[in-house]
């Protein structure tokens, strides 16, 4: 019974310690025609945003892992952060915002498998 009492606990206050922001992904107007490569289209955007940014995305900074490795930035889109904080909750960067041909462009090469080509 103890056992019993304790999993539940546990889940419960796992499941209390999430939150979930269900969103649609973005669909209307969206279209990839053709492969978005890393170097140079979704490098351009990631250094010009990310990765220069002072404090952010860099060894040491604030921001949530490591964008100025190839591995830091595909641990990202590994676990989906990419995807929902810049293509769905459209939140990162924090300012200036992206434009949508870029959210565009990593979108597409987050779904092509976000590749190192």
Same mark, same amino acid.
């Given at each position: 019974?103890?056992?019993?009492?304790?999993? @539940?606990? +546990?889940?419960?206050?796992?499941?209390?310690?999430? &939150?979930?922001?269900?969103?649609?992904?973005?669909?209307?107007?969206?279209?990839?025609?053709?492969? +978005?490569?890393?170097?140079?289209?979704?490098?351009?955007? %990631?250094?010009?945003?990310?990765? @220069? @940014?002072?404090?952010?995305?860099?060894?040491?900074? &604030?921001?949530?892992?490591?964008? @100025?490795?190839?591995?830091?930035?595909?641990?990202? +889109?590994?676990?989906?952060?990419?995807?929902?904080?810049? +293509? %769905?909750?459209?939140?990162?960067?924090?300012?200036?915002?992206?434009?949508?041909?870029?959210?565009?462009? %990593?979108?597409?090469?987050?779904?092509?498998?976000?590749?190192?080509?």
């Amino acid at each position: 019974m103890k056992k019993k009492l304790l999993i @539940t606990s +546990v889940i419960l206050l796992f499941m209390a310690s999430c &939150t979930f922001e269900k969103r649609e992904i973005p669909q209307q107007g969206f279209k990839c025609d053709s492969l +978005v490569r890393l170097n140079p289209v979704i490098d351009s955007i %990631i250094v010009k945003n990310c990765s @220069t @940014t002072p404090g952010c995305h860099i060894p040491g900074g &604030t921001g949530n892992g490591d964008f @100025t490795t190839y591995s830091g930035l595909k641990a990202k +889109v590994d676990n989906g952060s990419l995807l929902n904080r810049v +293509v %769905i909750l459209k939140n990162m960067p924090v300012s200036p915002p992206l434009s949508d041909a870029d959210i565009n462009r %990593i979108h597409c090469w987050i779904i092509q498998g976000g590749l190192n080509n």
